[in-house]
């Protein structure tokens, strides 16, 4: 319900039990502030019993009071606190979200510097030492490399809903 809709939907009301309110002590002889008393007791559905009606027509006042004002005024107050509820969850959704994406950013990027840096000095080792070993050794890095890198684009993937969230995590494999 539209902030308008729930302001003419609690004005409607407002006006029904205070119409209510006026016949109820017309009809029953009262003064109007016990007949507006007895209305609004009735529709916050309180029901003292103090004031009650006593002819056929004061009765179908309190049935009209009862089936309009109640639901209107409970309608309303229900969706209100359901679209502050709604309002809440939707900026907790969208810091949750920010943070992932940071996280995911910070981590991929962390990575990809720390990946980057340990392939560089396998590089000058290996240029420095011509070694097979390290030549064995650089392949390995880069298949590790490539499998976090596809790991890391399957997860981004699914945080943005693209595909299920991977669960199990797998070696890469060995270079042959």
Same mark, same amino acid.
């Given at each position: 319900?539209?902030? &308008?809709?729930?302001?003419?939907?609690?004005?409607?009301?407002? /006006?029904?039990?205070a119409l209510? #309110?006026?016949?109820?002590? $017309?009809?029953?002889?009262?003064?109007?502030?016990?007949?507006?008393?007895?209305? /609004?007791?009735?529709a916050?559905? %309180?029901?003292?019993?103090?004031?009650? *009606?006593?002819?056929?027509?004061?009765?179908?006042?309190? %049935?009209?009071v009862?089936?309009?004002?109640?639901p209107?005024?409970?309608?309303?107050?229900?969706?209100?606190?359901?679209?502050?509820?709604?309002?809440?969850?939707? &900026?907790? !959704?969208?810091?949750?979200?920010d943070?992932?994406?940071?996280?995911? +950013? #910070?981590?991929? !990027?962390?990575?990809?510097?720390?990946?980057?840096?340990?392939?560089?000095?396998?590089?000058?080792?290996q240029? +420095?030492?011509?070694?097979?070993?390290?030549?064995?050794?650089?392949?390995?890095?880069?298949?590790? $490399?490539?499998?976090?890198?596809? &790991?890391?684009?399957?997860l981004?993937? $699914?945080?943005?809903? !693209?595909? *299920? /969230?991977?669960?199990?995590?797998?070696?890469? @494999?060995?270079? @042959?």
């Open positions: 319900m539209s902030h &308008r809709g729930a302001i003419i939907t609690i004005a409607s009301a407002t /006006v029904l039990d209510g #309110g006026v016949a109820f002590a $017309a009809v029953e002889h009262l003064p109007v502030t016990t007949g507006l008393y007895w209305s /609004v007791v009735t916050t559905t %309180v029901g003292f019993g103090d004031v009650v *009606p006593t002819s056929p027509t004061a009765r179908l006042i309190s %049935v009209f009862m089936l309009t004002v109640i209107l005024f409970s309608a309303t107050f229900s969706l209100f606190t359901a679209g502050l509820q709604a309002g809440h969850l939707g &900026r907790a !959704e969208s810091r949750i979200t943070h992932v994406a940071s996280v995911r +950013d #910070g981590f991929h !990027e962390a990575l990809s510097e720390r990946l980057t840096a340990l392939h560089n000095t396998v590089e000058e080792l240029h +420095d030492f011509g070694n097979g070993l390290l030549a064995e050794f650089h392949e390995r890095l880069d298949a590790v $490399a490539d499998h976090l890198h596809e &790991r890391l684009d399957g981004e993937s $699914a945080l943005n809903g !693209e595909q *299920p /969230v991977p669960v199990v995590i797998t070696e890469p @494999e060995e270079p @042959e």
